[in-house]
């Protein structure tokens, strides 16, 4: 299969979907972290309609769109104003809607838990299915949210047993929700775990191939 893996930089994705097999590239506006000759630098919008048969967009600009950060829609950061955040919450709206309804059968769209002023702006909004990393093998908490289209809602692969709360156990699967601040912060939080991405690959690309075959 073709397939496309927007707003990645880490390859995370990408390298699952090409171990088995498929023909696959990454884009984003920063360049790909693992040197790749299968990345391109640029606009995701740009590059929707050049044939692809899957699209994976993991991590498009979610500041304004998250329940995060619902709060500065109200009372902006100092230096910004109110008219600026909610500019900006439009203008992620329209990304993201971009990216949902792009002109390819097999459309996943990831994003944390989106609130109501996005959820509106968002064209064709569908209800996403919410996956963890435990389900796949991965001791870590950080509920993210999958808008599919033509695609199935992923199933558990190697579903862990969460620790108890207020244990060290715990403190270390919370490690995203606890990133210490600083430059690197938005990447070490947004970056998918590798559990994740093979289950992506193993699950929805043979489905589509199937699918496409009949």
Same mark, same amino acid.
């Given at each position: 299969?073709?397939?496309?893996?927007?707003c990645?930089?880490s390859?995370?994705?990408?390298?699952? +979907?090409?171990?088995?097999?498929?023909?696959v /590239?990454s884009?984003?506006?920063?360049?790909?972290e693992?040197g790749?000759n299968?990345h391109?630098?640029?606009d995701?919008r740009? #590059?929707? $309609?050049?044939?692809?048969d899957?699209?994976?967009?993991?991590h498009?600009?979610?500041? $304004?769109?998250?329940n995060?950060?619902?709060?500065? !829609? #109200?009372v902006?950061?100092?230096?910004?104003?109110?008219?600026?955040?909610?500019?900006d919450?439009?203008?992620?709206a329209?990304? +993201?809607s971009?990216c &949902?309804?792009?002109?390819?059968?097999?459309?996943?769209?990831?994003?944390?838990?989106?609130?109501? #002023?996005?959820?509106?702006?968002?064209r064709?909004?569908?209800?996403?299915q919410?996956?963890?990393?435990?389900?796949?093998g991965?001791?870590? +908490?950080k509920?993210?949210? &999958?808008? !599919?289209r033509?695609?199935?809602s992923?199933?558990?692969t190697?579903? &862990?047993?969460?620790?108890?709360?207020?244990?060290?156990?715990?403190?270390? /699967?919370?490690?995203v #929700? $606890?990133?210490?601040?600083?430059?690197?912060?938005?990447?070490?939080?947004?970056r998918?775990?590798?559990g994740?991405? $093979?289950?992506?690959?193993?699950?929805?690309?043979?489905?589509? &191939?199937?699918?496409?075959?009949?």
């Open positions: 299969m073709n397939i496309l893996v927007g990645e930089t390859g995370v994705v990408r390298r699952a +979907f090409a171990a088995n097999g498929h023909d /590239w884009v984003d506006l920063l360049p790909s693992d790749s299968r391109i630098i640029g995701l740009d #590059h929707l $309609r050049d044939g692809w899957l699209l994976a967009v993991m498009p600009p979610c500041t $304004r769109l998250c995060s950060g619902v709060r500065w !829609l #109200h902006p950061p100092p230096g910004r104003t109110k008219e600026e955040m909610w500019a919450l439009d203008a992620a329209s990304f +993201f971009d &949902l309804n792009a002109p390819i059968p097999h459309v996943c769209v990831e994003n944390p838990i989106m609130h109501s #002023h996005a959820r509106k702006r968002v064709g909004w569908i209800k996403p919410t996956v963890q990393p435990w389900w796949f991965e001791p870590a +908490f509920a993210t949210c &999958l808008y !599919l033509g695609l199935s992923l199933v558990a190697d579903r &862990l047993v969460p620790p108890a709360s207020g244990t060290a156990e715990h403190k270390a /699967w919370s490690q #929700h $606890r990133a210490s601040p600083g430059p690197d912060r938005w990447k070490n939080r947004s998918t775990y590798a994740v991405a $093979r289950a992506m690959a193993m699950q929805w690309a043979p489905a589509a &191939l199937q699918e496409a075959a009949e």
